[in-house]
């Protein structure tokens, strides 16, 4: 009954309902859903990548490597960025009868001022406190060591499946179980790399 759905457009296939077009009753889909049969996925849109973007992310990626091992990136700092709206075109209110109705105004309708938060991720620099202020200490010490090198350890399995899929953005990262190595003793600071295997 399920390979009905092999003929369903994925548009058509977004929700319980949609799915009926397969000629499925929904709570027969509900109950496959329960049992493992079928399977919820979530799907984010990825940036389209040019021939140029592909090589450039390559050979962004190999200038990390050595000859059989990542760097520890112990002189690397990350440096992210985000960008919030201050508001929206439609927004709701709750306001009271006896009280006036709000007005927003704008330059232009869509010329919405936009908020750019920074963020900087660095790997633990031993004996570096005493460069940092007291205001900043306390912030500087509540990120875990080990959260931050699981964080560089991730980058390096990206790059490493980065290079594996030829520049593309389409891979999932595997699983190293890092807190399992971690108690183990066994974490490496920097993980092999193979990829100047898949290269071409």
């Given amino acids: ?3 009905r759905f092999h003929h369903v457009d994925l ?4 929700t319980i309902r949609a799915a ?7 709570t027969t889909l509900f109950r496959c859903l329960k049992q493992a049969k079928l399977r919820s996925y979530k799907n984010v849109t990825r940036p389209m990548l040019t021939v140029d973007s592909l090589k450039a992310r390559i050979k ?3 200038a990390d490597t050595s000859i059989n091992k990542y760097r520890d990136m112990m002189d690397m700092v990350h440096v992210d960025h985000k960008y919030f709206f201050l508001t929206v075109v439609k927004r709701r209110f709750i306001i009271l009868h006896d009280e006036p109705e709000p007005t ?14 920074l963020a900087a991720v660095a ?3 031993y004996n570096a406190a005493e460069e940092l202020v007291s205001a900043t200490t306390e912030a500087y010490w509540k990120l875990p060591e080990e959260t931050l090198n699981n964080i560089f350890l991730s980058l390096q399995c ?3 499946s980065c290079i594996r899929e030829q520049g593309e953005n389409t ?3 595997a699983h190293m179980e890092k807190a399992k190595l971690r108690r183990e003793g066994r974490l490496p600071w920097s993980i092999p790399t193979l990829s100047r295997l898949y290269v071409r």
């Fill in 20 to 26: 009926v077009a397969s000629g499925v009753p929904s």
């Fill in 171 to 173: 891979y999932k990262l």
């Fill in 104 to 117: 927003r105004k704008l330059k232009k309708k869509r010329h919405i001022m936009k908020v750019m938060m």
């Fill in 123 to 125: 790997r633990l620099r």
């Fill in 60 to 62: 962004f990626c190999l």
């Fill in 158 to 160: 990206a790059v490493e």
């Fill in 1 to 3: 009954m399920l390979q």
């Fill in 11 to 14: 548009q058509r296939r977004t």
